[in-house]
C-alpha cells in the first residue's frame, strides 16, 4: 500500500474521534502517501498534524473543483490505491471505486457492499439485533482490516501556528491571563436548540462557579452562535466573563483556546472532542424535560471537593483531580 487515501467523516466530533485510527495508519505505514478525503467544514478539524500529505476537499456537488468527478479524477491522478471509508454512505464507496482504489475497506451498509474489497458488519448481539458500539471502536475495527494493530481510544488534536497567533490575541485583548482558573462556556451545536442548553442554566452556573472559586469564563461560539454567546455574557454581566461574539472566529481558534482552559462546560457538540483530545476535563450539559433530573460527571480541577452544583433541573456534579 503505497497511496492510501482516508475519507474523513462528515462531522466535526467525528473526525477526532477518529483520530487514534488515522494515527495508527499513518504510524503503521510510513513510506506510504497519504490524502484526507473530506468535506470542507471538517478539514481545519486535523490541521497541524503529521497524518497527511495532502488533503482534498471534496462538496456535495458532482461538479466543479470539488465536486465529485474532479475528486475522483484526482485520485486516479495520484494512483491511490487503497481507501479506508469512515463515513458508510454509498457515495463514499462510489468516489473511492471511480478513483480507482483497487483496496477499498469499510462497512458494508447501504447497498455498497459490491464497491467494497474488505468488508466489515456491524456487531450483533445474542438475538441477532444490531449491537451499539462506540463510534471509535468501530473505526478503530476498519483499520485494522488492513493490518493495522489496534488503535486504542487516545484521541489527539494539533494546532497551527495561525491558530496560536489568533488565541495570543484573544488572551492579550481581554486579559485572560489574569484568571488562575479559566473555565470555558461552549453554549452552540450543530443540531440546533435541540441540544442547546437553555441561556439561564449558563448564567446562573456562571455566578456559580465565579462565586465559588474566583475563576474567569470564556464564552467560546460558532458563527452562527453570536447571539447566544452575547447574551450569556450580557445577562451575567460580570467582569470575569468575556465571550467571543463580536471577534473573528475559526475552527482553528477554538482548538487553541480549548487547549488552553482549565475545564470546558458545552454542550453535546464538536468541541467536547476538543477538550478530550487535548486532555482537557470536560462537563457535557444537556437540556432535558421538566420534571426530570441527570447528574452529569466531569473531572473538575480542584484538589478539594466542591459541591454539586444545581442549576434549574439539571445538576452539575465535580469530581476531583489534582490542580
Not at 2 to 31: K, S, Y
Request: positive net charge; charged residues 25%.
Amino acid at each position: 500500500m503505497r497511496r492510501i487515501a482516508l475519507f474523513l467523516p462528515n462531522w466535526i466530533g467525528d473526525v477526532v474521534m477518529a483520530t487514534p485510527a488515522i494515527r495508527a495508519v499513518r504510524d503503521h505505514f510510513p513510506e506510504a502517501r497519504t490524502y484526507a478525503v473530506c468535506k470542507p467544514y471538517v478539514a481545519e478539524t486535523l490541521a497541524g498534524s503529521r497524518w497527511f500529505d495532502e488533503v482534498l476537499l471534496c462538496d456535495r456537488r458532482w461538479r466543479g473543483e470539488r465536486g465529485f468527478l474532479s475528486v475522483a479524477a484526482r485520485l486516479r491522478q495520484e494512483r491511490v490505491d487503497t481507501a479506508v471509508l469512515f463515513p458508510n454512505s454509498f457515495r463514499s464507496a462510489l468516489l473511492a471505486w471511480h478513483g480507482g482504489c483497487s483496496t477499498v475497506v469499510g462497512f458494508a451498509r447501504y447497498g455498497r457492499n459490491i464497491l467494497l474489497s474488505r468488508r466489515l458488519y456491524p456487531l450483533r448481539d445474542h438475538t441477532g439485533h444490531p449491537k451499539p458500539a462506540p463510534i471509535i471502536d468501530d473505526y478503530n475495527r476498519i483499520v485494522q482490516l488492513l493490518g493495522v494493530p489496534n488503535p486504542g481510544h487516545k484521541m489527539e488534536l494539533h494546532t497551527t501556528s495561525e491558530d496560536e497567533r489568533a488565541a495570543n490575541t484573544i488572551w492579550d485583548k481581554y486579559n485572560l491571563g489574569r484568571h488562575r482558573v479559566l473555565i470555558g462556556f461552549n453554549p452552540g451545536g450543530a443540531f440546533g436548540a435541540a441540544k442547546h442548553w437553555p441561556v439561564s442554566h449558563f448564567v446562573e452556573l456562571a455566578h456559580r462557579l465565579v462565586q465559588s472559586h474566583n475563576c474567569g469564563i470564556l464564552v467560546l461560539c460558532g458563527p452562527t452562535e453570536r447571539d447566544i454567546a452575547r447574551d450569556i455574557v450580557t445577562q451575567t454581566h460580570h467582569p470575569h466573563m468575556v465571550g467571543l461574539s463580536e471577534d473573528t472566529l475559526s475552527l482553528g481558534l477554538t482548538k487553541a483556546l480549548t487547549r488552553r482552559l482549565q475545564v470546558l462546560v458545552t454542550t453535546d457538540s464538536g468541541p467536547r472532542h476538543f477538550a478530550a483530545a487535548f486532555d482537557r476535563p470536560v462537563v457535557v450539559v444537556v437540556r432535558i424535560s421538566p420534571g426530570r433530573k441527570r447528574i452529569i460527571r466531569a473531572r473538575s480541577i480542584y484538589k478539594k471537593k466542591s459541591p454539586v452544583v444545581r442549576v434549574s433541573n439539571a445538576f452539575v456534579h465535580w469530581d476531583t483531580i489534582g490542580a
